[in-house]
């Protein structure tokens, strides 16, 4: 039996519900996601799924902005939403006993929000500031610039956030609209873990939703279909402290067999301070701070990613460092002691991770909605000890090419030629 069990049900009008009993917990984590995201808009909808989560928060026929939060808040508990690419998520953490009131209000967030068109005009401000201070965060800012390059002329290589022109644009018609055609049952996902059983949230929720029937088309998006013939590298020249550099590989998307060897990859190279790149660039030179090296994935595709901040006058040298390591594992390959260090840590981290009722329940909605038959968490740590250190070798040669290179470089004073010269392996 699973140590982290969890069921999942269907109702009659296709909406899902996937629960994780915590028994020894105190808490309870509710979310409600939808699979929509800014990889799902068109041009002239940029921005749409983010202004949309906004403006859920803002009202809804029984409650104002400030009674949403004080109902959750009120009894002690937070509440909180994001977008990404492909998902956006409502969600509330509240003591057990408080389960029931805590989903009350985000199902009516939900389905009953009203989109007051001076209550949107305030919002729309609010989100273009929320655009500008990512503007003033450059450790931020270059992970857009890298996204952008990466993903050159498709959906995902734009912000979610949009652009003040297409806040602009967005009106209270259009998000009624957007809500209309993908806030769906067939498209929705209610996951909760914490002390509360399956029967008790599925009686909750047939009460609260069991009669929503809207219908919809899942959303589309536009698959990835590279032809990068080299290395692309975005430079922007700006007034910074430190260099700020992200530099990744186009790889594999979330449900692809290899994501198991990836992710061990990933780790070896820069996942903690043991890895090859912490002590190659911090330990043994003392070139940056931290360097990290982590995934992006998506349903199609994705990519392995390092980033470090750096002095400009070593910057040279640190981007160097990173492709030499690339390059060394591909050739060479891995040591024993390095593949049962990053499998201990991996399977370590992911089992520390779900005793978290948030990230669990995350977890759970994020695969319950794009993955048909996901597996369990001891499963996964199999699949994971059943990586060999020729699987990572031969990832590693598959992904660590110049035609899938990308490089986003955010400082003061750099010279353009120089890093163009030394991004690429060699």
Known sequence: MSKFPFKETKLDNNLKIVTAEMPFMESVAVGILVGIGGRHEQDEELGISHFLEHACFKGTKKRNARQISQAIEGMGGSINGFTSEEVTCYYAKVRYPKFEKAFDVLADMYLNAVFNCSEMNRERGVIKEEIKMYMDMPGQLVYDDFSATIWKNHP?????????????????????????????????????????????????????????????????????????????????????????????????????????????????????????????????????????SHLSRFTDVGSLIISLDTNVKTLSDALSLVLKNCVNIAEKGIKKTELKHAKEYLNGIMALTMEHTTEFMIWLGRNSLTESDFLTIEQLIEKTNDVTADDVQRIARKVFKNNRLNIALIADNIDNKEIIDIARLK
């Not at 047939?206 to 080299?230: C, E, R, T």
Request: a positive charge; aromatic letters at 6%.
């Open 156 to 292: 995902l290589g734009r912000s979610v956030l949009g652009t003040f022109e297409s806040v602009d644009r967005i009106k209270s018609k259009d998000l009624v609209n957007f809500r209309k055609n993908n806030y769906t049952p067939n498209n929705t996902v209610i996951s909760v873990a914490g002390n509360i059983s399956h029967n008790d949230v599925l009686k909750c929720v047939k009460k609260h939703l069991a009669k929503w029937d809207s219908k919809g088309p899942v959303p589309k998006f536009i698959p990835v279909k590279s032809n990068q013939k080299k290395p692309r590298v975005n430079i922007r020249n700006q007034s910074t402290e430190q260099a700020h550099l992200v530099a990744g590989f186009r790889s594999v998307g979330r449900l692809h067999p290899d994501r198991f060897s990836l992710r061990v990859l990933s780790n070896i190279l820069g996942g903690n301070m043991s890895s090859r790149l912490n002590h190659e660039i911090r330990e043994k030179r003392g070139l940056a701070y931290s360097v990290h």
